[in-house]
């Protein structure tokens, strides 16, 4: 009985990795692949973190925007359709600057506004004054339509550089791994010997880059697609109260 305990003792001890065999690789193993790091994958390693760290800051700002965004969309649009007189809301503008709902709203009575001026710049009794014709609306509409695009490019900036990681991490993190299965072979030509130590450093080197590159790389994308997600959700909303404003403008004071 002794002896079978004493056999099996070994292969319990060896059956998986120790805590402190993985504290050891998770503090001190990176920085000694670092170490023995040419200075070329040390350079890729360095753009992949920073493009990785500008991602995250990029996403988490843009979750804060975004969720901001769609509450005073979601108030402005409740304000709008509650509203008496189509021009209630000039007031209350400044209040909803982070939407863009606010801002077409501005744009859109402005310009009505304008065009109702030029049309009637001799004054007149009320009854007299002339009214926005159809032409008139659709001179509003562009304007809209102008206002629409540049309220959502405002909201796409930065997000591009999501793309642009997600799109470049992988080919950087492969670019680091060719330079260190490179580093391999130079190694074993040079040393005349294909031993585990001599092609370690670059092989750690290779597998190195390619994780950090996916881990730049994934995130980006995943943070991309939901970006994409919100603006798409945030841009049709704005067609669509343009396209209410401009019914609005036919049928209330200003027709």
Do not use: C
């Amino acid at each position: 009985m002794i002896e079978i305990v004493t056999a099996l003792s070994p292969v319990t001890a060896s059956a998986g990795p120790t805590p402190t065999a993985v504290l050891g690789l998770l503090s001190g193993g990176i920085w000694d692949i670092l170490a023995q790091t040419s200075f070329f994958g040390v350079l890729i390693l360095t753009i992949l973190v920073v493009m990785s760290l500008v991602s995250w800051g990029i996403i988490v700002n843009k979750y804060r925007h975004f969720k901001e965004v769609n509450s005073q969309t979601h108030k402005f649009g409740s304000l709008f359709s509650r509203s008496g007189q189509i021009s209630d809301l000039l007031g209350q503008v400044k209040n909803f600057r982070l939407t863009p709902l606010a801002a077409i709203y501005a744009v859109g009575i402005k310009e009505a506004d304008a065009i109702m001026e030029i049309k009637n710049h001799a004054g007149g009794l009320p009854e007299s004054r002339r009214k926005l014709e159809e032409d008139d609306i659709k001179t509003v509409g562009l304007m809209l339509d102008k206002t629409v695009a540049e309220e959502v490019g405002k909201l796409e900036t930065y997000v591009v550089f999501l793309a642009t990681t997600a799109n470049a991490a992988p080919f950087l993190g492969l670019l680091g791994t060719v330079v260190g299965v490179m580093d391999s072979f130079w190694s074993i030509g040079e040393r005349g010997s294909a031993s585990l130590a001599v092609v370690a450093p670059g092989i750690a080197e290779a597998l190195l880059a390619t994780i950090v590159g996916l881990a730049a790389a994934i995130p980006a994308v995943i943070g991309y697609n939901w970006a994409n997600n919100k603006l798409k959700y945030i841009s049709d909303r704005a067609n669509n109260f343009s396209l209410e404003l401009t019914a609005r403008l036919k049928k209330d004071s200003y027709q």
